[in-house]
């Protein structure tokens, strides 16, 4: 790395050679939440702390230790979102987009964590996040898993499986914490120092631990899907059997209750065997508590968020996506009066041949070089302007892929002539 000044641990910049698989996962999610029927909302990346400490709840990893939060000119304390379902459930409030309407809505963009980066795990990443605000499910509960088993066959995703479970209403949720705190209180001693914490904070948290000493003592703790309320219990079952219905494999995972505070009955997760230890690629779970919870009228609502880039590793494994959009044609030109004649070219095959990438090399240098950036740049075809094709009114197209040959054509005839050449 140069002296110079250096990126953000975590914080990853995306390179030109990277952008196709990017833009292509963009492109199939715009599609994909638009055939569903979903608008975009687009909110601040950066939010009152307060919002995200009593949306996401104090007993988080997100609130515990790894929001981004800094105090502003004026003395607020702002946080960089580290998701989006707290900003969206905000912005549904402060708009008046509650009292009974419904809304399917969906957003792209950076979120900010202070992990430790990994593989897979960044201080910067990407979310595709959609929110159904205003729907009791279970039928919206399905919707949202469809798209999303549509989206894997879409991207051919075949590594990708679903689990789901059901965590109540908050109800419920309470008699079994109580079970659950008896039952952790009975093996205190072999609580690690955060599921101790937890364990007056939020005990259903310890559950969701990744510490490898923890796991026989979580397997043998009470589970959540014994303790449903009956209302719950019939959404739950009713979920599954439209799954079913839809051709959709799932598992039920009674330990899966997700990281954050603000879930109630339907949980869920996609994960990969292809990605290593950071399995996660999708997850989400109803939460019809928090828009109360955060000041607006109570609103039954369902979401989740996709990590973009672990699908676009898996995109990158897959190794079906195109390389970024090359150009079809680069024009290379010597001389000052070739340099002016190519520019204008340039511009009228881009009014002639709207469809079509005109790439015009800038920045001079003798024919051998600049033909050598005309082949890095994937072009098809190469027009070639220098003094004596200026002086006959000709260009020279040359074939850059394939077999190499070079003709000649009169100035006013390359738009039809390149037309014809690159339908071949
Ligand atoms: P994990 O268990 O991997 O920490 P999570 O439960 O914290 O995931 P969510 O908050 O539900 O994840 O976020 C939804 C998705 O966003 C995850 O399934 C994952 O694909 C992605 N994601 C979460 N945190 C990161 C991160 N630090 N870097 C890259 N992607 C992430
Ligand atoms: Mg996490």
């Known amino acids: 790395m140069s002296g110079g000044i250096q990126p953000i641990r975590g914080m990853n910049d995306v390179l030109p050679a990277e952008i196709g698989l990017w833009q292509h996962l963009e492109a199939a999610l715009r599609e994909l939440a638009a055939a569903y029927g979903y608008e975009e909302i687009r909110v601040p990346v950066v939010e009152h702390t307060e919002l995200f400490k009593r949306s996401i709840g104090e007993f988080t990893d997100i609130v515990e230790k790894e929001m981004y939060t800094f105090s502003d000119q004026g003395g607020d304390s702002l946080t960089l979102r580290p998701e989006a379902t707290a900003g969206i459930a905000r912005a549904a409030i402060s708009n008046g987009m509650l009292r009974g309407q419904k809304h399917k809505l969906w957003c792209i963009g950076p979120m900010f964590r202070h992990e430790r980066p990994q593989k897979g795990r960044y201080r910067q990443f990407h979310q595709f996040d959609v929110e159904a605000i205003g729907f009791e499910g279970p039928d919206v509960d399905a919707e949202l898993i469809v798209m999303m088993a549509r989206l894997w066959r879409v991207l051919g995703l075949t590594r990708v499986r679903l689990k789901l479970n059901s965590l109540g209403t908050p109800e419920s ?20 120092a955060d599921s101790r914490r937890r364990l007056g904070g939020n005990p259903l948290r310890i559950l969701d ?56 009955r339907t949980v869920f997760e996609w994960t990969t065997d ?26 039954p609502a369902i979401g989740f968020a996709m990590g973009i880039e672990r699908v676009v590793e898996l995109l990158r494994q897959a190794g079906t996506v195109p390389a970024a959009h090359m150009p079809d044609v680069y024009i290379v030109a010597q001389g000052t009066r070739a340099v002016s004649a190519g520019l204008a070219l340039a511009e009228r095959l881009r009014d002639e041949l709207p469809r079509r990438r005109i790439a015009f090399g800038a920045g001079g240098g003798n024919f051998k070089a600049q033909f050598r950036r005309a082949d890095r740049s994937g072009a098809r075809l190469a027009l070639v302007i220098g003094d004596s094709e200026l002086e006959r009114g000709v260009v020279a197209v040359k074939n850059l892929r394939g077999e190499a040959n070079q003709i000649e054509c009169p100035m006013s005839e390359v738009g039809t002539r390149l037309e014809a050449a690159l339908k071949e």
């Open 173 to 192: 949720r309470a008699a079994y914490r109580d079970k659950l705190v008896q039952y952790f209180r009975g093996h205190e001693q072999a609580l690690d």
């Open 209 to 264: 631990s990744k510490n490898p000493d923890m796991q026989a003592l979580i397997a043998g703790a009470p589970l959540i899907v014994d303790h449903l309320d009956a209302a719950s219990s019939e959404h739950f079952g009713a979920l599954q059997a439209a799954l079913r219905a839809a051709g959709v494999d799932f598992s039920i995972d009674p330990r899966l209750v997700r990281g954050l505070d603000y879930y109630s």
């Open 274 to 299: 292809a990605l290593g230890s950071q399995d996660a690629v999708c997850s989400g779970g109803r939460y019809d508590g928090l828009i109360a919870h955060l000041g607006g009228e109570p609103t």
